[in-house]
């Protein structure tokens, strides 16, 4: 198999026995359209927060780097292509007041950016907040004063509590195994509330934080499936050639929801909804349903291939 989702999905198109459906050619073609979707992912937050850091931890970065080619001296904001993934990993506010009114141009700048169809070109950023406590007012003003005056849309916005395991100084957090104790998940329960509660207060937007480690590799499934979900439906598939294939990354996670399963469950979802697209601009009046046949199981058995390195999915 190909590891890349689209590509994998039209050769299974091609082999089926589809051809009694005139339309096959044509819905091809479409797939070839999907496949120039970007999803352009924006990280930020205070300086050392751990917005690179979380940016290796999920994506395939190996990648990243061959098509890197920003000039750090003019552009503050570095962008990596992966696939179909665009990231902005945006500079660390609230080291220096002169840096910081200049990097909050550049950030606002990037949300105003429109695509070729005048949509805003930024489908979500992640406003990276230190779990460390170090410094909460820096990552409190990036999201009151550059991002919700300037995002689109504000179910867009993650909020992701970095570094829980400094949430205590390092205390309750067992290094053994790499996870929180009791008494860290209390803490980090009631650090959840009480962002929440500040956000809402000072922006009226009601947001769902999360808390994990990108040094320990702990919750990142967690924070990938919130991330998927507060993207546009038909996009959320573009994720899965991007990521990170080494299944350490994906193993430690809270047990309150199967994460890798509902990624997978999502993934399956959003390309399903893309493909179904693809079959009505294809043929007017047809939809997937005539294809659900042949589609149904493809879609099943291609998510579960390309994602098999998340672990523990397959049926
Ligand atoms: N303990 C702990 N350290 C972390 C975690 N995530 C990142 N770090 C450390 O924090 C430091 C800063 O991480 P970066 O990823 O460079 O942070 P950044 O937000 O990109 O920093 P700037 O680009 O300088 O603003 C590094 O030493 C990381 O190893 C975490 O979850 N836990
Ligand atoms: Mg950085």
């Known amino acids: 198999m190909d590891n890349k989702i689209l590509n994998n999905i039209e050769n299974e198109l091609r082999n089926s026995s589809f051809d009694k459906v005139e339309n096959k050619e044509n819905i091809i073609r479409h797939i070839e359209q999907l496949k120039k979707q970007k999803l352009n992912v924006m990280f930020a937050g205070a300086t050392g927060v751990g917005k690179s850091s979380t940016i290796n931890a999920i994506f395939n970065m190996e990648i990243a780097k061959v098509g890197y080619h920003v000039d750090p001296e003019t552009a503050a904001i570095q962008k990596y292509e992966i696939d179909n993934m665009v990231l902005w990993d945006t500079p660390g506010l609230g080291d220096?007041?002169?840096?910081?009114?200049?990097?909050?141009?550049?950030?606002?700048?990037?949300?105003?950016?429109?695509?070729?169809?005048?949509?805003?070109?930024?489908d979500e950023v992640v406003v990276l907040i230190d779990g460390s406590n170090r410094d909460m007012k820096t990552a409190y003003e990036v999201i009151e004063n550059i991002i919700v005056p300037y995002i689109g849309d504000t179910k867009r916005i993650v909020?992701?509590?970095?570094?829980?395991?400094?949430?205590?100084?390092?205390?309750?957090?067992?290094?053994?195994i790499s996870q929180p104790d009791q008494q860290l998940v209390s803490f980090l329960n009631e650090k959840v509330i009480s962002v929440r509660n500040r956000?809402?207060?000072?922006?009226?937007?009601?947001?769902?934080?999360?808390?994990?480690?990108?040094?320990?590799?702990?919750?990142?499934?967690?924070?990938?499936?919130?991330?998927?979900?507060?993207?546009?439906?038909?996009?959320?598939?573009?994720?899965?050639?991007?990521?990170?294939?080494?299944?350490?990354?994906?193993?430690?996670?809270?047990?309150?929801?199967?994460?890798?399963?509902?990624?997978?469950?999502?993934?399956?979802?959003?390309?399903?909804?893309?493909?179904?697209?693809?079959?009505?601009?294809?043929?007017?009046?047809?939809?997937?349903?005539?294809?659900?046949?042949?589609?149904?199981?493809?879609?099943?058995?291609?998510?579960?291939?390309?994602?098999?390195?998340?672990?523990?999915l397959m049926e």
């Not at 220096?96 to 695509?115: F, G, M, R, S, V």
């Not at 400094?166 to 205390?171: E, I, N, S």
């Not at 769902?208 to 990108?214: K, M």
Request: charged letters at 25%; hydrophobic letters at 40%.
């Open 96 to 122: 220096n007041p002169e840096k910081d009114k200049k990097y909050a141009i550049e950030i606002a700048n990037a949300l105003k950016q429109k695509d070729e169809n005048g949509e805003l070109l930024i």
């Open 159 to 176: 909020i992701a509590i970095n570094q829980c395991d400094m949430a205590l100084k390092g205390r309750y957090w067992n290094y053994d």
């Open 199 to 312: 956000i809402s207060e000072t922006t009226g937007i009601v947001t769902n934080p999360i808390y994990y480690s990108a040094l320990h590799h702990y919750n990142i499934s967690k924070l990938l499936l919130t991330m998927i979900t507060s993207m546009p439906e038909t996009k959320r598939f573009l994720f899965t050639d991007s990521l990170n294939k080494n299944p350490e990354i994906w193993k430690r996670n809270d047990e309150l929801e199967d994460y890798n399963n509902k990624i997978q469950e999502e993934v399956k979802g959003s390309l399903s909804k893309a493909l179904d697209g693809a079959a009505k601009g294809a043929a007017a009046g047809a939809t997937v349903g005539g294809l659900i046949p042949v589609i149904g199981p493809t879609v099943g058995a291609v998510v579960g291939a390309v994602l098999g390195f998340l672990g523990g």
